[in-house]
């Protein structure tokens, strides 16, 4: 995206799509030069407009004339290319504005990624494109292409040119866009275009997808990205574009980062993959884990519809293979039915007797051509399926064209009868015959190689439509509460003992401040207190050590439970305070916490932790000693939504115990729901707050509401979050 100096309209990036004439600037008579490879793929790919070399020392180049510098061309440049020493760009860069060439792909490296000057250098080019208005892909990129036929744009320095078709993609790696490339002629990935975008000095993943929003050539967006660049404007962009069109990505750098030693929970759960997965969570992109994957689910929604349900036909001619393809699809969510009667009476009126007929339907090794196509037919015709795999394993190498053949004409019969409501994937499992192409019609069918594959395409497409069906969205607010209050006392806290946890007190009266359902709690300094506020709160109670120093109470023996008398709090007193002495940390100590014991509900926990790049995390799971063994917890970035909240309280598995388990009431599930909400109102409004642990809160019975029983926040001096 621009900065927010200058902002741009998509009509900014046609001229790097629809150029009626490129100009390559440092374009070498050296066949080895990248400038010269660069002229020979345009040349290759048989682009429709003009091609024009820049080099001041030769007057022809592959045939074309060449121009000493821009400004010397006689006729208007939409778009040039660049590939000259980094010392020479901004000169190059002047030019282009004096000839006013609207666009610029940047090849050269030795900017940002090299540190130092190198990224001086590159805050020095940005700011000279916005002050000439120039859009700027790269540095240090590959280039790009449009396969548009009217246009057939390879503005690369690889030969290769990929199948034209409705897949746009973008790639924050040269690399990985060359292997996926070079990768769609084999697996028939027809790409509309292809933008590598090097470091992102202007045009971003974010332009283009707004730009591939409004092209009416993409149909589906693949990404490869290493980094978020400015999450909260990408989670906007990428939630309105994926409503009309799938966005499938793929992030690098899947590392544990962040963590905090001796943090909440929640940071010790968190790190920034977490944020990554729920912020495509939230704005519905599909995320892929590996290229393999990207390359398959490119392929599966690109040329297929998608299954208007989860029921899924294998037809196999071995049972092993069909066996994992059933498994794959048990364990992505999907069904494998039993075949109706009718549709296996069917069957059997071809198949030899011992064939399978149930699903997944087993055509025997042998099986020929015609019998391939009547079972392709007969499944994809029947009402009990939403789906079909196809999966062959090759008996012998001249049986491979028959049954290639008895699939197209399977499919193709019956197309005709019900349309393309079905989709349909192969499995090739045939050894020296992997690059066989199926082609129905102009209808492009994906070919995988293992039979584990397709079933994570359905799965994938089931849970896209999933997400665009959702019902609409809101962030509630909250007029009963007291934002002022909350930021006064983080205020105080911070001017009186600086960054780290808040005591007891602080942290209840924030809570109590954002109008969030606390037990009831009052904080003890000696025993005699301790005794006096029991017999207040009436038995049985729990006794707890107030400190903002020591975060893990339970692992501190600091927690006294169903505490039934005053004797039992004088001991419980005595003891947590006994092991402090022991352990030399009495000063940690501000008293105890007494509070009554709750005898109900189910445990749950809420949390929040800030992350550098994404801002706050919200994590949501069953509380108390769980949380960290299980790994039960889900995440969502704020602001949350009612939908969030909803989705992550259903979303654990523990569930089922929310919703009442062996003879148990159901819980307050809304109470739960406007916990997170107002959780995630009032850390948006406190940037200070770089922590936050609920745990547990007690989920009473339904329309009794919840509580929370403990709780702790840690602040850090800060401005307010800056999302870019």
Request: hydrophobic share 45%; glycine share 8%; net charge neutral.
């Amino acid at each position: 995206m621009a900065g927010p100096s200058q902002q741009y309209d998509i009509e900014s990036l046609k001229p790097f799509f629809r150029p009626r004439a490129v100009a390559v600037v440092g374009a070498s008579r050296e066949p080895a030069g990248i400038g010269h490879r660069i002229l020979e793929s345009l040349q290759g790919s048989g682009f429709t407009g003009s091609v024009i070399p820049v080099n001041p020392h030769a007057t022809k180049i592959a045939g074309l004339r060449a121009f000493p510098s821009l400004p010397a061309i006689p006729d208007p440049v939409d778009l040039a290319i660049i590939a000259v020493p980094s010392s020479l760009v901004l000169r190059i860069i002047d030019d282009c504005a004096a000839k006013k060439v609207p666009a610029v792909v940047l090849i050269t490296a030795g900017f940002a990624e090299t540190g130092g000057s190198g990224a001086s250098l590159e805050q020095q080019l940005r700011d000279r494109v916005r002050r000439h208005g120039i859009r700027l892909i790269g540095p240090n990129c590959f280039g790009l292409m449009n396969l548009d036929p009217a246009v057939r744009l390879n503005a690369t320095y690889t030969p290769i040119v990929p199948p034209a078709g409705r897949v746009a993609f973008a790639s924050e790696s040269g690399g990985v866009g060359l292997a996926v490339v070079t990768a769609a002629p084999r697996v028939r990935l027809g790409l509309s275009n292809f933008v590598s975008v090097g470091n992102h000095a202007d045009v971003s993943v974010l332009d283009l997808l707004e730009y591939w929003e409004q092209d009416d050539t993409t149909e589906v967006i693949l990404l490869y990205l290493e980094t978020i660049i400015e999450p909260r404007v990408f989670r906007l962009i990428a939630e309105r574009v994926a409503k009309k069109k799938p966005i499938i990505a793929m992030k690098a750098g899947r590392t544990l980062a962040g963590q905090s030693a001796a943090g909440s929970h929640t940071a010790a759960l968190a790190t920034n993959e977490t944020a990554v997965d729920a912020l495509f969570t939230q704005c519905g992109v599909l995320r892929a884990h590996s290229l393999d994957e990207l390359l398959a689910l490119a392929t599966g929604f690109s040329s297929q519809p998608r299954p208007a349900g989860p029921r899924v036909g294998i037809l196999t001619n071995s049972g092993g293979p069909g066996v994992l393809c059933a498994d794959s699809c048990a364990s992505e969510g999907l069904s494998v039915p039993k075949l109706s009667e009718p549709a296996q009476s069917a069957l059997a009126s071809f198949l030899p007797p011992t064939a399978a007929l149930s699903n997944p339907v087993d055509v025997i090794g042998f099986a020929t051509e015609e019998q391939h196509a009547r079972a392709i037919e007969t499944m994809l015709r029947a009402d009990d399926i939403d789906a079909l795999i196809i999966v062959h394993v090759s008996v012998r190498a001249e049986d491979n064209a028959p049954v290639a053949a008895g699939i197209i004409g399977g499919i193709r019969a019956a197309r005709q009868v019900i349309g393309r409501k079905k989709p349909v994937y192969i499995c090739w499992m045939a050894e020296g015959d992997l690059d066989r192409t199926f082609t129905v019609d102009g209808e492009t069918v994906p070919v995988y190689r293992r039979p584990e594959i397709p079933a994570g395409v359905i799965s994938h497409a089931l849970a896209y439509d999933s997400w665009r069906q959702k019902p609409a969205k809101t962030i509630p607010s909250y007029p009963h509460i007291d934002l002022a209050a909350a930021k006064a006392t983080c205020a105080k806290a911070l001017s009186q003992h600086g960054e780290g946890w808040l005591s007891a007190e602080e942290t209840y009266t924030i809570l109590a401040a954002m109008n969030l359902p606390l037990v009831q709690c009052k904080i003890a300094k000696t025993e005699e207190d301790a005794v006096t506020l029991a017999r207040e709160t009436g038995f049985p109670v729990a006794v707890k050590l107030a400190s903002h120093r020591i975060v893990h109470k339970t692992e501190s023996g600091a927690v006294r439970l169903n505490l039934q008398s005053e004797q039992d709090v004088r001991e419980a007193y005595q003891t947590i305070r006994t092991r402090l002495l022991h352990d030399r940390n009495l000063d940690a100590m501000e008293g105890v916490l007494v509070q009554p014991m709750l005898s109900a509900g189910v445990e749950v926990m809420v949390g929040m932790t800030r992350d550098r790049l994404f801002g706050p995390l919200i994590a949501f799971g069953l509380g108390g000693i769980y949380i960290e063994i299980l790994d039960d917890v889900r995440f969502r970035l704020t602001p949350l939504t009612d939908r969030d909240a909803t989705e992550m309280v259903r979303g654990i598995k523990g569930y089922r115990l929310l919703q009442g388990y062996r003879g148990q009431p159901a819980v307050d599930v809304k109470a739960i729901e406007d916990v997170l909400l107002r959780i995630s109102h009032f850390v948006e409004a406190i940037p200070e707050i770089t922590e936050l642990d609920l745990n547990p809160i007690f989920a009473l019975p339904d329309a009794q509401g919840c509580r929370i029983v403990d709780a702790r926040i840690r602040l850090e001096m800060r401005t307010a979050f800056n999302p870019s």
